[in-house]
Protein backbone atom coordinates (compact mmCIF):
# COMPACT_ATOMS: atom_id res chain seq x y z
CA UNK A 1 0.00 0.00 0.00
CA UNK A 2 1.48 3.22 -0.68
CA UNK A 3 -0.04 6.29 1.87
CA UNK A 4 0.25 9.80 0.70
CA UNK A 5 0.46 11.57 4.02
CA UNK A 6 0.09 15.55 2.12
CA UNK A 7 -3.27 15.76 0.74
CA UNK A 8 -5.90 19.33 0.83
CA UNK A 9 -9.34 19.27 -0.53
CA UNK A 10 -8.69 22.01 -3.02
CA UNK A 11 -11.18 20.65 -5.25
CA UNK A 12 -14.25 21.36 -2.94
CA UNK A 13 -17.95 22.29 -4.07
CA UNK A 14 -18.69 26.38 -5.07
CA UNK A 15 -21.14 25.69 -2.02
CA UNK A 16 -18.47 25.94 0.52
CA UNK A 17 -16.61 28.99 -0.95
CA UNK A 18 -20.07 30.99 -0.92
CA UNK A 19 -20.54 29.86 2.65
CA UNK A 20 -17.23 31.29 2.94
CA UNK A 21 -17.83 34.48 1.52
CA UNK A 22 -20.77 34.95 3.18
CA UNK A 23 -19.09 34.56 6.78
CA UNK A 24 -16.68 36.78 5.80
CA UNK A 25 -19.44 39.45 4.04
CA UNK A 26 -20.85 39.03 7.29
CA UNK A 27 -17.87 40.48 9.56
CA UNK A 28 -18.94 44.26 7.76
CA UNK A 29 -22.87 43.56 7.59
CA UNK A 30 -24.39 41.08 10.15
CA UNK A 31 -27.05 40.98 7.38
CA UNK A 32 -24.85 39.09 5.19
CA UNK A 33 -23.68 36.20 6.71
CA UNK A 34 -24.87 33.10 5.90
CA UNK A 35 -28.25 31.66 7.76
CA UNK A 36 -27.54 27.78 7.78
CA UNK A 37 -24.30 25.75 7.41
CA UNK A 38 -26.34 22.82 5.86
CA UNK A 39 -24.92 23.34 2.08
CA UNK A 40 -27.72 21.15 0.53
CA UNK A 41 -24.74 19.01 -1.49
CA UNK A 42 -25.25 15.23 -2.01
CA UNK A 43 -23.04 12.58 -1.56
CA UNK A 44 -23.02 12.37 -5.08
CA UNK A 45 -21.55 15.71 -5.46
CA UNK A 46 -19.36 15.38 -2.39
CA UNK A 47 -17.43 11.86 -4.47
CA UNK A 48 -17.45 14.17 -7.94
CA UNK A 49 -15.62 16.82 -6.28
CA UNK A 50 -13.03 14.53 -5.22
CA UNK A 51 -12.87 13.05 -8.80
CA UNK A 52 -9.70 14.79 -9.92
CA UNK A 53 -7.46 13.20 -6.72
CA UNK A 54 -8.72 9.85 -7.31
CA UNK A 55 -8.03 10.21 -10.84
CA UNK A 56 -4.82 11.14 -9.84
CA UNK A 57 -3.96 8.17 -7.94
CA UNK A 58 -4.77 5.51 -10.11
CA UNK A 59 -2.85 7.27 -12.57
CA UNK A 60 0.38 7.71 -10.48
CA UNK A 61 0.06 4.50 -8.09
CA UNK A 62 -0.84 5.56 -4.61
CA UNK A 63 -3.33 4.03 -2.86
CA UNK A 64 -4.86 6.35 0.40
CA UNK A 65 -4.35 10.26 1.20
CA UNK A 66 -4.54 11.12 4.39
CA UNK A 67 -7.13 14.69 3.49
CA UNK A 68 -7.66 17.97 5.07
CA UNK A 69 -9.16 21.48 4.35
CA UNK A 70 -7.55 23.70 1.71
CA UNK A 71 -4.24 24.87 3.76
CA UNK A 72 -4.74 28.73 2.44
CA UNK A 73 -8.71 28.14 2.86
CA UNK A 74 -8.21 27.85 7.03
CA UNK A 75 -7.89 31.57 7.25
CA UNK A 76 -7.16 32.02 10.93
CA UNK A 77 -5.89 35.20 10.88
CA UNK A 78 -9.33 36.05 9.44
CA UNK A 79 -12.58 36.80 11.93
CA UNK A 80 -13.76 36.25 14.99
CA UNK A 81 -13.14 33.37 17.04
CA UNK A 82 -17.26 32.46 16.71
CA UNK A 83 -16.72 32.73 13.04
CA UNK A 84 -13.38 30.43 13.21
CA UNK A 85 -15.12 27.81 15.31
CA UNK A 86 -17.54 27.32 12.66
CA UNK A 87 -15.56 27.97 9.70
CA UNK A 88 -13.25 25.42 10.94
CA UNK A 89 -16.32 22.67 12.07
CA UNK A 90 -18.37 22.98 8.63
CA UNK A 91 -14.45 22.46 6.99
CA UNK A 92 -14.18 19.41 9.17
CA UNK A 93 -17.24 17.63 8.53
CA UNK A 94 -16.78 18.07 5.03
CA UNK A 95 -13.31 15.86 4.96
CA UNK A 96 -15.52 13.75 7.12
CA UNK A 97 -17.86 13.13 4.37
CA UNK A 98 -15.59 12.78 1.56
CA UNK A 99 -13.44 10.07 4.21
CA UNK A 100 -16.93 8.50 4.85
CA UNK A 101 -18.07 8.01 1.57
CA UNK A 102 -14.41 6.81 0.08
CA UNK A 103 -12.26 4.96 2.81
CA UNK A 104 -10.33 3.39 0.27
CA UNK A 105 -9.21 6.60 -1.05
CA UNK A 106 -8.78 8.86 1.92
CA UNK A 107 -8.29 9.39 5.64
CA UNK A 108 -9.40 12.41 7.99
CA UNK A 109 -6.84 14.68 9.33
CA UNK A 110 -8.48 18.34 10.57
CA UNK A 111 -8.20 21.60 10.63
CA UNK A 112 -8.57 23.44 14.55
CA UNK A 113 -10.18 26.80 15.01
CA UNK A 114 -7.19 28.68 15.82
CA UNK A 115 -7.68 32.25 16.54
CA UNK A 116 -5.04 35.20 16.82
CA UNK A 117 -4.48 36.04 20.43
CA UNK A 118 -6.63 32.83 21.90
CA UNK A 119 -5.05 30.08 24.01
CA UNK A 120 -4.94 27.23 21.47
CA UNK A 121 -6.48 25.30 24.25
CA UNK A 122 -9.64 26.62 22.70
CA UNK A 123 -9.54 24.32 20.03
CA UNK A 124 -9.64 21.10 21.99
CA UNK A 125 -13.87 20.96 21.99
CA UNK A 126 -13.33 20.32 18.22
CA UNK A 127 -9.87 18.27 18.11
CA UNK A 128 -12.14 15.62 20.49
CA UNK A 129 -14.75 16.10 17.97
CA UNK A 130 -13.08 15.27 15.06
CA UNK A 131 -11.05 12.35 17.25
CA UNK A 132 -14.60 10.99 17.74
CA UNK A 133 -15.67 11.08 13.80
CA UNK A 134 -12.12 8.72 13.31
CA UNK A 135 -9.62 11.55 12.02
CA UNK A 136 -5.94 10.56 12.39
CA UNK A 137 -4.16 13.49 12.87
CA UNK A 138 -4.48 17.78 12.89
CA UNK A 139 -2.83 20.27 11.01
CA UNK A 140 -1.52 22.97 13.25
CA UNK A 141 -0.84 26.38 12.62
CA UNK A 142 2.35 28.15 14.32
CA UNK A 143 1.37 31.66 12.91
CA UNK A 144 -1.83 32.38 13.21
CA UNK A 145 -1.40 36.37 12.20
CA UNK A 146 -0.78 35.04 8.72
CA UNK A 147 2.59 35.99 8.36
CA UNK A 148 3.37 38.50 10.81
CA UNK A 149 4.34 35.97 13.08
CA UNK A 150 2.76 36.80 16.65
CA UNK A 151 2.65 33.90 18.08
CA UNK A 152 4.68 32.31 20.80
CA UNK A 153 7.15 29.50 19.52
CA UNK A 154 6.10 25.57 19.36
CA UNK A 155 8.44 25.08 22.42
CA UNK A 156 6.56 28.04 24.32
CA UNK A 157 3.97 26.57 27.32
CA UNK A 158 1.30 28.43 25.22
CA UNK A 159 0.69 25.05 22.97
CA UNK A 160 1.27 23.22 26.09
CA UNK A 161 -2.62 21.90 26.29
CA UNK A 162 -2.99 20.82 22.90
CA UNK A 163 -0.01 19.23 22.90
CA UNK A 164 -1.11 16.96 26.13
CA UNK A 165 -4.62 16.34 24.22
CA UNK A 166 -2.70 15.08 20.56
CA UNK A 167 -1.07 12.80 22.54
CA UNK A 168 -3.70 11.37 24.33
CA UNK A 169 -5.67 10.80 20.90
CA UNK A 170 -2.47 9.24 19.90
CA UNK A 171 -2.80 12.34 16.59
CA UNK A 172 0.03 13.63 15.04
CA UNK A 173 0.23 17.36 14.16
CA UNK A 174 1.25 18.54 10.68
CA UNK A 175 2.81 22.05 11.30
CA UNK A 176 1.06 24.06 8.20
CA UNK A 177 0.29 27.49 8.23
CA UNK A 178 -2.51 29.22 6.14
CA UNK A 179 -3.09 31.84 3.74
CA UNK A 180 -0.37 34.72 3.73
CA UNK A 181 -1.88 38.69 4.40
CA UNK A 182 1.72 40.09 4.30
CA UNK A 183 1.95 40.96 0.65
CA UNK A 184 5.54 41.00 0.71
CA UNK A 185 5.48 37.25 1.41
CA UNK A 186 3.72 34.82 -0.96
CA UNK A 187 1.55 32.04 0.65
CA UNK A 188 3.34 28.46 -1.34
CA UNK A 189 5.69 30.01 -2.60
CA UNK A 190 7.52 31.42 0.60
CA UNK A 191 4.92 31.86 3.86
CA UNK A 192 4.63 28.03 3.38
CA UNK A 193 8.54 27.08 3.16
CA UNK A 194 9.39 29.86 5.75
CA UNK A 195 7.02 28.25 8.21
CA UNK A 196 8.51 24.81 7.93
CA UNK A 197 12.14 26.10 8.66
CA UNK A 198 11.33 28.40 10.89
CA UNK A 199 9.50 25.57 12.85
CA UNK A 200 11.93 23.44 12.64
CA UNK A 201 14.58 25.87 14.48
CA UNK A 202 12.09 26.95 17.35
CA UNK A 203 12.03 22.94 18.11
CA UNK A 204 16.03 23.36 18.11
CA UNK A 205 16.11 25.71 20.15
CA UNK A 206 13.71 24.50 22.69
CA UNK A 207 13.33 21.19 24.61
CA UNK A 208 9.79 20.22 24.17
CA UNK A 209 10.22 16.58 23.74
CA UNK A 210 11.89 16.52 26.98
CA UNK A 211 7.71 17.10 28.24
CA UNK A 212 6.54 15.27 25.41
CA UNK A 213 8.62 12.26 24.02
CA UNK A 214 5.44 10.57 22.52
CA UNK A 215 4.41 14.05 20.60
CA UNK A 216 4.65 13.74 16.59
CA UNK A 217 5.47 16.47 14.59
CA UNK A 218 5.60 16.17 10.45
CA UNK A 219 7.28 19.61 8.69
CA UNK A 220 5.85 19.29 5.21
CA UNK A 221 7.07 20.34 2.26
CA UNK A 222 10.56 18.49 2.55
CA UNK A 223 11.37 19.87 6.06
CA UNK A 224 11.48 23.76 4.28
CA UNK A 225 15.30 24.38 4.00
CA UNK A 226 16.54 22.64 7.03
CA UNK A 227 17.29 19.28 4.59
CA UNK A 228 19.13 21.88 2.02
CA UNK A 229 20.77 23.17 5.69
CA UNK A 230 21.24 20.70 7.43
CA UNK A 231 24.93 21.46 8.78
CA UNK A 232 23.72 24.84 9.89
CA UNK A 233 20.71 23.08 11.87
CA UNK A 234 23.65 20.97 13.32
CA UNK A 235 26.27 23.60 13.85
CA UNK A 236 23.63 26.53 16.13
CA UNK A 237 22.25 22.88 18.09
CA UNK A 238 26.25 22.61 18.99
CA UNK A 239 26.05 26.29 19.50
CA UNK A 240 22.90 26.13 21.63
CA UNK A 241 24.55 22.94 23.96
CA UNK A 242 21.33 20.64 22.20
CA UNK A 243 21.82 17.15 21.64
CA UNK A 244 22.65 15.85 18.20
CA UNK A 245 19.21 16.57 15.33
CA UNK A 246 18.86 12.80 15.81
CA UNK A 247 18.61 12.83 19.72
CA UNK A 248 17.30 16.57 20.32
CA UNK A 249 14.59 15.94 17.32
CA UNK A 250 14.20 12.64 14.97
CA UNK A 251 12.80 10.75 17.37
CA UNK A 252 9.68 13.34 17.28
CA UNK A 253 10.09 15.37 13.98
CA UNK A 254 9.39 13.96 10.44
CA UNK A 255 9.44 15.00 7.29
CA UNK A 256 7.34 14.38 3.77
CA UNK A 257 8.16 14.59 0.59
CA UNK A 258 6.42 16.93 -1.49
CA UNK A 259 9.49 18.39 -3.08
CA UNK A 260 9.03 19.20 -6.55
CA UNK A 261 12.01 18.38 -8.88
CA UNK A 262 14.07 15.31 -8.59
CA UNK A 263 17.48 16.81 -7.70
CA UNK A 264 15.51 18.12 -4.27
CA UNK A 265 14.39 13.92 -3.44
CA UNK A 266 17.74 13.61 -3.71
CA UNK A 267 18.95 15.29 -1.18
CA UNK A 268 16.20 14.76 1.27
CA UNK A 269 17.03 11.58 1.07
CA UNK A 270 20.36 11.59 1.44
CA UNK A 271 20.10 14.02 4.39
CA UNK A 272 17.47 13.20 6.49
CA UNK A 273 17.24 9.07 7.54
CA UNK A 274 14.73 7.55 5.70
CA UNK A 275 12.94 6.64 8.91
CA UNK A 276 11.66 10.17 9.61
CA UNK A 277 10.52 10.66 5.66
CA UNK A 278 7.19 10.06 4.79
CA UNK A 279 5.47 10.06 0.98
CA UNK A 280 3.30 12.83 0.44
CA UNK A 281 2.29 14.71 -2.87
CA UNK A 282 0.17 18.00 -1.76
CA UNK A 283 -2.16 17.00 -4.91
CA UNK A 284 -3.75 19.21 -5.90
CA UNK A 285 -1.59 21.80 -4.27
CA UNK A 286 0.34 24.45 -4.99
CA UNK A 287 1.60 23.83 -8.65
CA UNK A 288 -0.35 21.81 -10.50
CA UNK A 289 0.82 22.31 -14.29
CA UNK A 290 3.39 19.70 -15.92
CA UNK A 291 7.25 20.63 -16.20
CA UNK A 292 8.10 21.00 -19.48
CA UNK A 293 11.73 19.62 -18.64
CA UNK A 294 10.12 16.12 -17.63
CA UNK A 295 6.64 16.12 -19.24
CA UNK A 296 5.34 15.12 -15.85
CA UNK A 297 3.27 17.01 -13.32
CA UNK A 298 5.91 18.70 -10.58
CA UNK A 299 3.64 17.52 -7.65
CA UNK A 300 4.04 13.41 -9.43
CA UNK A 301 6.23 13.36 -5.96
CA UNK A 302 6.97 9.21 -6.19
CA UNK A 303 8.26 9.66 -9.89
CA UNK A 304 10.81 10.75 -7.79
CA UNK A 305 11.25 8.29 -5.50
CA UNK A 306 11.17 5.76 -8.00
CA UNK A 307 14.39 6.93 -10.02
CA UNK A 308 16.56 6.87 -6.41
CA UNK A 309 18.37 3.91 -7.37
CA UNK A 310 20.35 3.70 -3.53
CA UNK A 311 17.05 3.43 -1.96
CA UNK A 312 16.59 -0.42 -0.90
CA UNK A 313 13.26 -2.47 -0.86
CA UNK A 314 13.05 -1.83 3.02
CA UNK A 315 13.76 2.01 2.35
CA UNK A 316 10.93 1.96 -0.13
CA UNK A 317 8.54 0.11 2.23
CA UNK A 318 9.62 3.04 5.42
CA UNK A 319 9.03 5.93 2.93
CA UNK A 320 6.10 4.90 1.17
CA UNK A 321 3.85 2.93 3.66
CA UNK A 322 5.60 2.06 7.12
CA UNK A 323 6.70 5.40 8.50
CA UNK A 324 3.20 6.73 7.61
CA UNK A 325 1.44 3.88 10.18
CA UNK A 326 4.51 4.71 13.19
CA UNK A 327 3.77 8.25 12.99
CA UNK A 328 -0.34 8.02 12.41
CA UNK A 329 -1.38 5.06 14.48
CA UNK A 330 -5.37 5.93 14.31
CA UNK A 331 -4.72 4.90 11.23
CA UNK A 332 -2.50 1.71 11.21
CA UNK A 333 -5.55 0.95 13.32
CA UNK A 334 -7.96 1.68 11.01
CA UNK A 335 -6.68 0.05 7.89
CA UNK A 336 -5.50 -2.97 10.01
CA UNK A 337 -9.48 -3.47 11.08
CA UNK A 338 -10.87 -3.34 7.68
CA UNK A 339 -7.81 -6.36 6.84
CA UNK A 340 -4.78 -4.21 5.31
CA UNK A 341 -2.05 -4.05 8.12
CA UNK A 342 1.38 -3.34 7.63
CA UNK A 343 4.67 -5.53 7.77
CA UNK A 344 5.73 -7.04 10.61
CA UNK A 345 8.27 -4.72 12.64
Known amino acids: MIIDIHGHYTTEPAAMLQFRDKQLAGLADPGRRPTTSDLGLSDDEIIKSVQPQVKMQQARGSDLTIFSPRAAGMGHHVGTEAVGQEWSRLSNDMIHRVCTLLPDNFAAVGQLPQVPG ?36 LTDRYWYPVYEKLVELKMPAMIHVTGSCNPAVHHTGAHYINADTTAFMQLIQGNLFKDFPELKFVIPHGGGAAPYHWGRYRGLAMMLK ?14 DTCVYHLPGMSLL ?8 ILFGSEMLGAVRDIDPETGNYFDDTKRYIDQIGRLSDADRYKLLEGNARKVYPRLDAQLAKRGKPGRPA
Open 118 to 153: VSPKNCIPELERIAGLGFVGVNLNPDTSGGHWNDPP
Open 242 to 255: KPTLAEHLLKNVFF
Open 269 to 276: TEVVPVDN
